[in-house]
């Protein structure tokens, strides 16, 4: 396997990347050579399991740092901050962050048994999982972190654009991610950063077992999909390897579709 990114000095900053896309995405960069650092937040019962995963990257050879912290805080996205630039030192650089952060509620907006969705349950959801893309980007800009030609990525979507029972909320963050990318394409242009989103086919993960109808969701995709099969999270690490290359330098402010062609039908 030729290690492209291997000693240049590069890392891969994930948020969220202790399972599903994230996960998957920090092992095919690490195997590649760029180095990691993932961002994540896990309760003290799964911690063994997550552990076990990053030696899996580890043993690639490459540097890693992982921080179990709220993401979303922005004293301890400072704190993250800090702490990498004195790993990083003068001459390593970010060269892409990717954003694959699931936090939000999955509640319908009129219901006789369940809580229905609130204003604040709207807010919540956006500010995490749409605008904390921008917090982040931010940041890292501020801080002097980004390499010259940086990648932002972050994951969306079908329900970006289609209305999914109880999905109103994430799909209004997923609608916000998408807009911010758009301008953090055009106005950090002149930086050398490039922003885009992948829009991953279902895939089967944690965040899609807890949207209500997940099973259901599942059996009308494989029928749907002209692969006959879902998304995997591998299927959006090697996306996510490819637009990380130099060659896809060129490609920014747009939403990719990695579904095998599940969107066209």
């Known amino acids: 396997m030729i290690k492209e990114f291997k000693d240049k000095n590069q890392w891969a900053l994930i948020l969220g990347g202790s399972s599903g896309l994230g996960l998957a995405t920090a092992k095919k960069l690490a195997k590649h050579g760029m180095n990691i650092c993932v961002v994540y937040r896990s309760p003290r019962i799964q911690e063994e399991t997550i552990l076990e995963e990053f030696k899996v990257i580890e043993q690639e050879g490459v540097q890693f740092k992982a921080f179990n912290t709220d993401a979303f805080n922005q004293q301890k996205r400072e704190t993250v901050l800090q702490d990498l630039k004195s790993v990083l030192g003068n001459h390593q650089k970010i060269r892409i962050m990717v954003h694959s952060v699931a936090k939000g509620n999955l509640k319908p907006m009129v219901s006789d048994e369940k809580a229905a969705l609130q204003h604040d349950d709207f807010t919540l959801t956006i500010q995490a999982m749409g ?88 059996k009308h995709t494989l029928k749907r999909n002209p692969n006959k099969r879902l998304t995997t999270p591998e299927d959006i690490a090697n996306a996510v390897y490819l637009l990380t290359k130099d060659e896809a330098s060129w490609i920014t402010g747009t939403v990719i579709p990695v579904d095998g062609g599940e969107h066209l039908i």
Not at 139 to 162: C, M, P, V, Y
Not at 178 to 192: D, Q, S, V
């Open 131 to 218: 605008i904390s893309l921008y917090d982040w980007t931010k940041s890292i800009f501020e801080a002097k972190l980004f390499a010259a030609d940086a990648r932002i990525l972050s994951f969306t979507s079908e329900g970006n654009s289609k209305a999914w029972q109880s999905y109103a909320a994430v799909s209004a963050a997923k609608a916000t991610l998408e807009a911010i990318t758009r301008n953090i394409a055009l106005e950090f242009a002149p930086y050398g950063i490039k922003a885009n989103c992948i829009q991953a086919g279902v895939t089967d993960t944690l965040s899609l077992r807890m949207i209500p109808g997940s099973k259901q969701i599942i």
